[in-house]
């Protein structure tokens, strides 16, 4: 409704070879969004450090008004430290964050 871009940042530490089908659900998803008007860029990243990626995002410019992001599982350096991914996101932000835990009542 701003009239920017969406940007749909997938952060993957799978292999390679899955690399391709990761896209592929991002690249639905960002079909289905686009539907409703909405300018949609996705993008998979690979890498072990994906609040390093998200954060670089959002310096990069144009910087994002907000950003969205969702519980997952921890990546393998998680089971031995304090908190997730999306937290430390949020704490190290630089701009609005959300930490969507339950999407259901905002998808309603």
Known sequence: RAGRALHLVHVSDAPAERLD???SE???VARALR???ATVVSEVRSGLEPEEILLARCRAEPAPELL????VSKVALDRWTLGSVSERVAEAAPVPTLLVRRPDPLLA
Do not use: D, K
């Open 21 to 23: 089908a990761v896209r």
């Open 35 to 37: 539907v409703s008007g």
């Open 26 to 28: 991002g690249e639905a």
């Open 68 to 71: 969205v992001v969702a519980p």
